[in-house]
């Protein structure tokens, strides 16, 4: 959680539509190397949207983005990257999803190499090594044979984790990745998350879990209708928060 002041992620101005419908209105943000930033907001106001632009699973419509050294400029086309560049723009980050997304008919171990031995060309040996280390890291060293199948839904989904840090990305992005899992299993997921901002991964993470926004989170974003409403320190913004909208929001996590 200790950035070195280089800015990692750079979003400027961000806009995306679906026909006459702007789900992402205007929202810009910077997170440099090592930093945390939690999103928060009601559900259906932008949060995910604007994490899928960032990885271009989704295509901004206006705006510009800068991840590392790689600048595009959504307002011109020759900008935005195709094929085997796109590939390897979405290389350079990690990103997580709600749904564990893990291959059915490999093991654990299987998942997490096949990254490096398809897109890396790794050698397998290598790729198993590495795989076997990142399980570990997450606390799967001995389900490393099982099949997704045969693990929780917490298990999976730290399997999807060490999936996505199998391609060494610069940033992780994680979007509600915990929302699918019964109430026993998030802390499970929860740690393994608070382990990586400890070892100094620089990470957006749209969520619902304050308490993990509060303990871990270096800048906290509130979206509300697309756009950011308010932005800041984590306790401030989740202890003294001065948009009314970020007020409301907050008040139901409060007992």
Do not use: W
């Amino acid at each position: 959680m200790t950035s070195s002041g280089e800015a990692m992620v750079k979003v400027d101005g961000l806009r995306k539509s679906y026909g006459t419908v702007e789900a992402v209105r205007g929202v810009s943000l910077e997170v440099k190397r090592g930093e945390v930033v939690v999103v928060i907001g009601p559900s259906g106001c932008g949060k995910s949207t604007f994490l899928r632009c960032i990885n271009l699973l989704e295509e901004p419509s206006a705006g510009t983005l800068q991840v590392g050294d790689r600048h595009i400029d959504f307002g011109a086309k020759h900008s935005m990257p195709h094929g085997r560049d796109l590939a390897r723009f979405r290389a350079r980050i990690g990103m997580v999803f709600q749904q564990f997304d893990l291959f059915p008919h490999m093991t654990a171990l299987q998942n997490v190499m096949s990254g490096p031995v398809i897109v890396k060309k790794m050698a397998k040996a290598d790729a198993e090594t590495f795989a076997r280390g990142l399980l570990a890291k997450v606390g799967l060293a001995t389900f490393a044979d099982r099949f997704p199948r045969n693990l929780s839904g917490g298990q999976q989904q730290r399997v999807a984790i060490a999936r996505a840090m199998a391609m060494a990305p610069e940033i992780m992005l994680f979007d509600e990745v915990t929302s699918a899992l019964d109430p026993e299993l998030v802390g499970e997921v929860l740690d393994v998350m608070k382990q990586l901002a400890t070892d100094g991964t620089t990470m957006i993470v749209v969520t619902h879990e304050m308490a993990f926004a509060r303990d871990v989170a270096d800048q906290v974003v509130v979206m509300d209708a697309g756009q950011v409403v308010e932005q800041g320190p984590a306790e401030e913004v989740l202890l003294r928060p001065k948009n009314p909208r970020t007020a409301s929001f907050l008040s139901r996590f409060h007992s």
